[in-house]
Structures are given as structure tokens and as C-alpha cells.
């Protein structure tokens, strides 16, 4: 029931003025690019075509603007350059993911590749000389990389997706030992902990807990043993395995990270960590204290909110557990609106009132105006 954050992959951008003069005073000398977020520009519109309002509207979840504006640039011919228009079919891939139609997300990189070859000419600076003189290197956006390899698993294509990502990896580890730079080392670092963790993730709903504890020591030595948000995973795995004993020494370890200006945001790790312990033990009771404990440090923890609505719930106080998810949804309803929320939410209703069909489609009209582009309504069962 736990969950852990993913590291943002975009890096600090270099100076484009001092990169615009070196290669006017370097005409002759040709620049390497090992991605395309390390180019020699400053802002994400010098990159691409209108990049910043594609970020922002990502960051808002309007994700069906995203596709209306990738159009509108397409049928205007505003993108001008191949890797701007690589940024908008990744952006609009993104966004039919998002939008639940993988079936046109595919469609659209297969229009893109021949065969699963992100390495051919097409996709290399070098090979437009008038777009990008004394510039070489490839030029497909990372997240299109992801998006590659996670959609087959969006297609019931479970073993596809997985041989993609394993590639994926063997790509990123290729990368870093070429590498050098040390900005370049912590972004390719960064990717190689987002796949992983998407395997994991993979394994981890397949029940595939060995594989699991085996990626996660892989975790553990590209993080180091004192993340604490992996060591947390490693206990919730072990605890999924049986390994009681063994999930307790990881908890104990996190538990230790503890110091007296230690953040709320460890603090809560601990506390919920706890928490799970008290449930794989029936005791719901201190299970609900120690997310209370998280909810007074943090009031938008929604993981300590969802859980301690849960265990209320085990306890037979679905009246409790209601009030919990409903004043969630009320305070704070761009950080609690979730599918797993809303699911809780309306199963407890359904456990609670005789009414509860009408009940789920007010909560249901209330989503409809407040809720992103991608989020699955259906999960009210109205």
C-alpha cells in the first residue's frame, strides 16, 4: 500500500550564448551531444517549438489540449526541425497514453520506426547539416525511449514490454560508461533508477518476488544502502515474501536514518513502514496511529490517509473510514483525487448505504469538473 516517488529526469540546461559563440569561433570543430536535453540552448523554447506550454499543460493533466495543440502545430507547419517534431509526437504520445488510448499511441510510433532501431540515420544530428552544422549525436528524447517500452504492457503485451525495458537498461548502462561529464553522470543515473523501478513495479504485480529482491540489490548499489525509499521497498517486498524478519531489519534500517532535523517526509516513511508491520499483524488499531501520527506532520499524505481509511474499514468503523477519504477529497482534492482513493471510496459506500448508487454518481459529477484529463471516471462504477 505504499508508495515511492520516481526522480525527475530533466537536468539544469547549459548557457546558450557562450555555446552560440563557441561555434562560431569553432566553425570547423563538431560537437557532441550524448542527449538532447544537453544541447547547446537555454530555455525549453529555444529547444523546440512552444516547449514550455507543452511542459505546463503536462503538469496540469490537460492532456487533451496537449493533443489539439500538437495538431494545430502540425497542420500549421510550425516545427521546423526533425527533433522538434520528435518532441511533439513524444508529447503526443504521452498524452494518448495518458487519455487510455494505447492502441493510437502505438499506432503513432509505428509510423515513426522501422522495426524497434532508435540508432538509425534518421534520428541523428548529423545527418541535417543545415538544421544542426558541427552538431552530432542522437537526438530521440529519452521519455520517447520510456514510452517505447512501457506501452506494450498498456496492450496486455507483458513480456514485450519487459524485454524493452531490459534493453532500455542495457542502453542507459552503455551510456554511462561513456559519459564523462558529471551532469551528464547523475541525469544518465537518474534514467537507469526510473527503469528499474518500472521493472520492479512490473515483477512486484506478477507476484514475482525473487526477481524483485534481486533488482532491488541492484537498486540498492547504484542508490547506495541509506536511501531510505529504497530500503523501504526492499522491507515491503520482503514483507510480501513472508520474510517478516527480514522486512523488519530493512524498516529497522530506515528507522535509523532518523536524527533530531530529520524531515517530515522520512519521518512519515517510518511511520507508515510501521504501520504495514501492525497491519500484517491484525493490529489496525496502532496501524491507525501511526498514520495519524503522518497526517498531523503532513496533512497531504495521501498514502496515510488511504491506509488509515482502510484499517478503520478492517475495523468495522466504515463510518470513520468514510469521513477520512471524504474530508481527503474536500481539503485537498488535487493531491487526494486518485483512482485507488476513489475506489476505496465508493466500495465503502456500497458497504455502507442501501442509496449508494446515487451516492457514487454525485461523487462522480463532482470528479467530472475537477478532475485531469486522465483520470479513469469509471473507477466510481456508476
Known amino acids: 500500500m505504499d508508495t515511492t516517488g520516481l526522480p525527475d529526469p530533466n537536468p539544469p540546461q547549459p548557457d546558450a550564448t557562450t555555446a552560440a559563440t563557441a561555434a562560431t569561433a569553432t566553425a570547423a570543430t563538431t560537437t557532441a551531444i550524448d542527449d538532447p536535453l544537453n544541447n547547446p540552448y537555454t530555455s525549453l523554447n529555444a529547444i523546440c517549438h512552444d516547449l514550455s506550454d507543452l511542459q505546463d499543460l503536462a503538469t496540469r493533466g490537460a492532456w487533451k489540449s496537449i493533443l489539439d495543440k500538437v495538431g494545430h502545430a502540425r497542420s500549421l507547419n510550425l516545427l521546423t526541425k526533425p527533433h522538434e517534431h520528435l518532441t ?11 487519455l487510455r488510448r494505447p492502441v493510437d499511441a502505438n499506432q503513432e510510433l509505428e509510423t515513426l520506426l522501422d522495426g524497434e532501431d532508435f540508432n538509425t540515420p534518421q534520428f541523428h544530428y548529423q545527418n541535417y547539416p543545415n538544421h544542426y552544422p558541427n552538431m552530432k549525436g542522437n537526438f530521440v ?66 507476484k514475482d518476488f525473487k526477481l524483485c529482491l534481486g533488482l532491488l540489490n541492484e537498486l540498492i548499489g547504484i542508490c547506495g544502502d541509506d536511501d531510505p525509499n529504497v530500503l523501504s521497498k526492499l522491507g515491503y517486498v520482503k514483507m510480501q515474501y513472508g520474510d517478516v524478519e527480514g522486512a523488519k531489519k530493512a524498516f529497522s534500517a530506515v528507522e535509523g536514518m532518523i536524527g533530531s532535523e530529520s524531515e517530515v517526509g522520512l519521518r512519515n516513511l517510518v511511520s507508515r513502514s510501521k504501520a504495514l508491520m501492525y497491519i500484517v499483524e491484525k493490529d489496525y488499531v496502532s496501524a491507525v496511529r501511526e498514520y495519524e501520527e503522518c497526517i498531523e506532520r503532513d496533512g497531504m499524505d495521501m498514502v496515510a490517509m488511504n491506509n488509515k481509511a482502510l484499517c478503520l474499514m478492517y475495523s468495522r468503523d466504515l463510518s470513520d473510514a468514510i469521513k477520512v477519504l471524504e474530508n481527503a477529497l474536500e481539503r485537498v482534492p488535487t493531491v487526494a483525487l486518485n483512482e485507488t482513493l476513489v475506489v476505496n471510496l465508493c466500495s465503502m459506500y456500497e458497504l455502507a448505504y442501501v442509496n449508494h448508487a446515487d451516492i457514487k454518481r454525485t461523487l462522480n459529477n463532482w470528479i467530472a469538473r475537477v478532475a485531469p484529463d486522465d483520470f479513469d471516471s469509471s473507477c466510481t462504477r456508476t
Open 88 to 98: 511533439y509526437l513524444t508529447f503526443n504520445v504521452l498524452a494518448l497514453t495518458k
Open 141 to 206: 528524447p529519452f521519455a520517447l525511449r520510456w514510452l517505447h517500452a512501457y506501452l506494450p504492457y498498456s496492450l496486455a503485451q507483458r513480456m514485450k514490454s519487459l524485454d524493452r525495458l531490459y534493453t532500455l537498461i542495457d542502453f542507459i548502462r552503455s551510456k554511462k560508461l561513456k559519459v564523462l561529464t558529471n551532469p551528464s553522470k547523475d541525469l544518465w543515473k537518474r534514467r537507469e533508477i526510473l527503469v528499474l523501478n518500472t521493472i520492479i513495479s512490473h515483477h512486484l504485480s506478477q
